[in-house]
């Protein structure tokens, strides 16, 4: 099978093309036919070696994929050859067959496309259980999501405007703001050239948000946190922006709020149930046509490393892809 390997930790640019074996299909695992491979910020970070996880070199990047089963191991039911799917792992995406663990396997509606279905579970996925079990948002709550054209922050924005609560979308540009706007936000701050604190001050007549995602980190974080409301909570979702930021702690001292981690790779392994339950209320949700994802680039495999810098120098506008078959 064609893959794109990493062979030592560098760049996209060191990226390579190989004819790799087919990989093996053991008990519990489903093997995928790969159409279409999600490109996600730790796809960069697992290449440079600086993600949790170091695979063993050569290895192919990428954690999510859609395609169809070829075929299943010992004790596999839910699924079968033929079947649509998508699936999920911590690598091996960036090729033209996966293998996943079958409980990172699940069948996907036909309002999905293959694109759409490969970038759907880490960014809805991370989102959904963000907002849900760490932030317990309600309907009515009013959610700052940073970084709201990105994939995550674009599925923050759509999700939370299904669980009823107001949204106010901060990016860079105007045009990502239109965006978030087709999406549901209520509200916009272009974080570029407005002020984030004084913006937040006048939408929320000086109230503060319930609850901040924050999938960026830097700058950011503090005049974010500052503007927090009482019993808010600010979820830590990820470091897009580059460096991991410091908050005084007596700021959630001051406004009775919390700092929530989100990890939704380990979330799912430590309460895989819940997990599954969430995954089936997503994709409810997706057949009923209440969540597009939206797709705002598609590269060929080969091209991998072009689709690597978009999101890494935070262009892209909810979710690159890459078209494999």
Same mark, same amino acid.
């Given at each position: ?128 259980? @963000? ?5 317990? /948002? ?5 959610? +700052? &999501?940073? #970084?709201? $054209? !990105? %994939? ?68 950011? @974080? ?5 503007? /927090? ?5 600010? +979820? &830590?979702? #990820?470091? $897009? !922006? %580059? ?83």
């Amino acid at each position: 099978m064609k893959a794109i390997v990493c062979e030592a930790f560098g760049g996209p640019e060191d990226l390579v093309v190989r004819e790799l074996p087919s990989p093996e299909v053991k008990a519990g695992q489903v093997r995928i036919r790969v159409h279409a491979a999600g490109v996600n910020f730790p796809d960069s970070l697992i290449i440079q070696g600086k993600y949790q996880f170091k695979p063993a070199f050569p290895f192919s990047p990428g954690a999510e994929v859609a395609g169809i089963v070829d075929a299943v191991g010992e004790g596999v039911s839910h699924v079968k050859p033929g079947d649509r799917v998508l699936g999920t792992g911590l690598w091996g995406g960036y090729a033209e067959e996966m293998v996943v663990d079958a409980s990172a396997c699940f069948p996907i509606p036909d309002s999905l496309s293959f694109e759409a279905a490969s970038g759907f579970l880490m960014t809805y996925g991370t989102s959904h259980h @963000a907002l849900k079990q760490r932030a317990r /948002i309600q309907p009515g709550e009013t959610l +700052l &999501v940073l #970084g709201a $054209a !990105g %994939g995550v922050g674009l599925a923050a924005v759509e999700l939370a405007k299904v669980m009823q609560a107001r949204v106010i979308a901060a990016a860079s540009t105007d045009d990502k703001l239109a965006l978030t706007r087709e999406y549901g936000a209520d509200e916009t701050i272009n974080y570029t050239t407005q002020d984030l604190r004084e913006a937040l001050k006048a939408i929320t007549g000086g109230k503060g948000v319930d609850v901040i995602y924050d999938p960026v980190g830097g700058a950011l @974080a503090e005049p974010a946190f500052r503007s /927090i409301g009482w019993n808010g909570r600010y +979820l &830590v979702v #990820g470091f $897009a !922006g %580059g460096s991991i930021p410091s908050l005084p702690l007596n700021l959630p001292l001051l406004k009775g709020a919390s700092i929530v981690g989100v990890f939704w790779g380990q979330f799912l392994k430590v309460e895989p149930d819940v997990h599954e339950a969430n995954v089936a209320e997503l994709l409810g949700w997706a057949a009923e046509g209440r969540l597009k994802p939206h797709i705002s680039e598609v590269f060929p495999l080969e091209r991998a490393a072009e689709a690597i810098r978009v999101v890494t120098d935070r262009k892209a506008k909810g979710k690159v892809v890459l078209k494999v078959a």
